[in-house]
């Protein structure tokens, strides 16, 4: 459909209903509205409507109702899969809608739908509280919360959407309700881990956890020389590690930043990032065995403050950078798994293509899969094979690699990805692996209830039965 779709008078319409700025394509503002952050997303829609309130979002998606077009719902604009934008379309960008209230006696906060993870981070550590967070800052918490919700806290607290505990939605057909256990406590089972299938979060309640503000925290970081060697080690320390203990590996490219000693600056690494969540002198002593180890080129382990351990690996991943991902869980990491992974390492594209492995266990293993949506899968741990890079002619290149390393990792995988990681290319068939068929069923009857149209379908879309 046209960019041009909507007639002026119906543009001038909806500014005369909406206390935000609505940009069109003739706007100065167009350009810089329309972007997101992967680079490989280049869409042009019809309006972006930057809503201030929940009246905003109603009225932009009554007109675009009205006038037959695609709606994208926006906070961050992380979605790699470029859900956050459309051709021809309205994105509802919920950015400017970004407070956030904590209350410290109830340990709860309300997140408004365009808050992102360093403005939540930021409120709740006044408290020394936190919620299970991404891992990079300005990720919008609505998308991550909905689709699952992976980060730092995850053995100690689990998955995101596990500590939601009320919604504020904007419904396919306009109604603003709540759901809660309470109120449509079926809509809050679908939202925990359903995604935006079912309608557009203006605010979400989360209860939050005991964290910092300091932690005990940082990067250890080696040659990439010893890959095989510092993940076996790290294997083993995380099988007998407490809860508390959280953290990864990652293969990645040294940054030439002044804390990298100049020779190994820009060359292949092997990192562990550690961080524990508890008293720092514990966390110190949590780490001893892993300083221990090896002789890493950086050992940046120290007491630090939480936000800071939640902005590590922004610098990694620049707004404007293009992504394709692959990401799986592995029933355990085995011998093979590592010289596997090792070997498929040494074609990783430099200098922003990065493999992590995320241990699972703790909390992981104890979700009440009966309250939400989401089905945490019993998995020793994860990888993220992230491929990023800014050339794009090395699309093809940088595609075909992720294809070629979730092939190699196949027999030593467990087959199911959360659902905000499952690419497109990936199917339907994988979407729905990764609920189960019991309770696949079950969200395509409450899509069918809450948004028989499917009018919001640009997302990890669930479709409803009469569709």
Known sequence: MSQLAIPAPAVDELRSKVLGEVVTPVDPAYEEARLVWNGMIDRRPALVVRCSRTPDVAAALACAREHGLPVSVRCGAHSTPGYSSCDG??????????????DAESRTARVQGGAVWAELDAATQEHGLAV???????????????????????????????????????????????????????????????????????ELEFRLHPVGPLITAGMIMYPRAQAGEVIRFYR????????????????????????????????????????????????????????????????????????????????????????????????????QAIDTLVAQAEQLPAPFGQLILAPMGGAMGRTDGDSMALSVKDAAWTYFCLAMWMDPLEDEGNIAWTRGFHEAMRPFSVGTALPNFIEPDEGVARLRASYGEEKYARLVALKQRWDPDNVFRLNQNIVPSAV
């Open 89 to 102: 379309g309205i994105v509802i960008d919920l950015r400017p809608m970004n407070g956030v209230e904590v």
């Open 132 to 202: 299970t967070g991404g891992r990079v800052s300005d990720t919008g918490v609505a998308g991550l919360a909905l689709g699952s919700g992976s980060g730092w806290l995850e053995r100690m607290y689990g998955v995101t959407c596990e500590s939601l505990v009320s919604a504020e939605v904007v419904t396919a057909d306009g109604r603003t309700i709540t759901a809660s256990a309470q109120e449509n406590e079926d809509l809050l089972w679908g939202l925990r881990g359903g995604g935006g299938n079912f309608g557009i979060a203006t």
């Open 236 to 335: 083993d320390y995380m099988a007998k590690a407490p809860e508390e203990v959280g953290g990864g590996l990652a293969l990645l490219t040294a940054p030439p930043e002044p804390f990298v000693p100049e020779e190994v600056r820009g060359a292949p690494a092997v990192g562990i990032i550690f961080c524990y969540i508890g008293p720092p002198e514990e966390g110190a002593e949590a780490a001893k065995e892993l300083r221990a180890f090896g002789s890493p080129v950086i050992d940046m382990i120290q007491p630090m403050p939480y936000a800071a351990v939640q902005q590590m690996l922004d610098a990694a991943s620049p707004r404007g950078v293009r992504e394709y991902f692959k990401i799986d869980s592995l029933g355990e990491l085995s011998d």
